[in-house]
């Protein structure tokens, strides 16, 4: 079988994502920023819904560059927020943008989200954002989220499921970049279809209340370019070399193909929810 960057990395459980093996780090951090501010309005509406409150003990896990965990701080100011993530050089990142915010910033910690460094009933909320997907061990995540909640304490999970990421109308070459990703990031023990699956994953842990619900973004809320940009042309990165470089020569293209035809890109994002028991 061919050894893909994407295998490489399920030794190092990172699953499938590892920001230090991009090639284009500086983009890649840009498109992260981009991705947790351009639907912060949609996101922070969900997470009220759900009961995110002040004077919550809040998870933020797999927390990146710490966008989102500094704008929950900013929602629920009385709030004690802690972000966790695996990779050192995202985590640096999260901690000098939130030095540099100059209010009371949130807690971030290296951790690996199998093996979290918390007590048992440490949390009040955690919430995971595009983790999932990358899991070669989601069921082992769920037993640690189940430990650090407090009984009654609440999970939020966000994640993708490509069979909800159309192209209107259909666009063959984008299609094609979507199925590679897919297949690789399954043959490094990711799951792109993760989406559909997370409520089952969270009542087979016990969880009860669990919800799952859709919510819908497209192209047309932020402009064609910047969605495509956030949603599928990094994946190039994350294909094996020789396609990677293959996929990269044909991104102006798909774009170019896009933009003549006014498409709209919509990707469905699932948000599964349940309380600890
Ligand atoms: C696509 S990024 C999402 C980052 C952030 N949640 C956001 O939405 O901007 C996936 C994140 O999961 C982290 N990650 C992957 N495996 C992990 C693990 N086993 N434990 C903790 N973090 C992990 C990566 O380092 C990366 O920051």
């Known amino acids: 079988m061919q050894t893909t960057h994407i295998q490489r990395l399920s030794g190092t459980n990172l699953g499938t994502y590892s920001f230090d093996e991009f090639e284009e780090r500086k983009q890649e951090l840009a498109r992260l920023k981009e991705q947790a501010s351009s639907f912060w309005q949609q996101e922070k509406t969900v997470l009220v819904a759900h009961g995110i409150q002040n004077c919550h003990n809040i998870l933020d896990l797999a927390c990146g560059p710490g966008v989102v965990t500094r704008k929950i701080k900013s929602l629920v100011p009385d709030s004690h927020v802690t972000g966790v993530d695996l990779n050192e050089s995202l985590l640096n990142v999260a901690i000098?943008?939130?030095?540099?915010?100059?209010?009371?910033?949130?807690?971030?910690?290296?951790?690996?989200?199998?093996?979290?460094?918390?007590?048992?009933?440490?949390f009040d909320f955690v919430y995971a954002r595009f983790l999932f997907q990358h899991l070669c061990d989601p069921d082992a995540a769920v037993t640690e989220i189940n430990r650090v909640l407090t009984p009654g304490g609440r999970v939020v999970i966000v994640d993708v499921d490509d069979r909800d990421l159309n192209v209107t109308p259909s666009c063959s070459s984008f299609d094609q970049l979507t199925r590679a990703a897919g297949f690789f990031q399954a043959q490094g023990g990711g799951n792109r279809h993760v989406g559909r699956t997370l409520d089952d994953l969270l009542a087979s842990h016990n969880f009860t209340n669990v919800t799952r619900q859709v919510q819908v973004m497209s192209s047309d809320q932020i402009g064609l370019d910047s969605f495509f940009r956030m949603t599928t042309q990094f994946k190039v990165e994350q294909l094996p070399k020789e396609l990677a470089g293959q996929m990269r020569d044909l991104i102006p293209e798909i774009r170019r193909e896009l933009a003549s035809m006014n498409a709209t890109i919509s990707a469905g994002i699932h948000v599964a929810s349940g309380l600890a028991c």
């Open 96 to 122: 000098s943008d939130s030095q540099q915010d100059g209010f009371e910033s949130p807690t971030f910690r290296k951790a690996d989200c199998t093996k979290l460094p918390f007590e048992t009933s440490s």
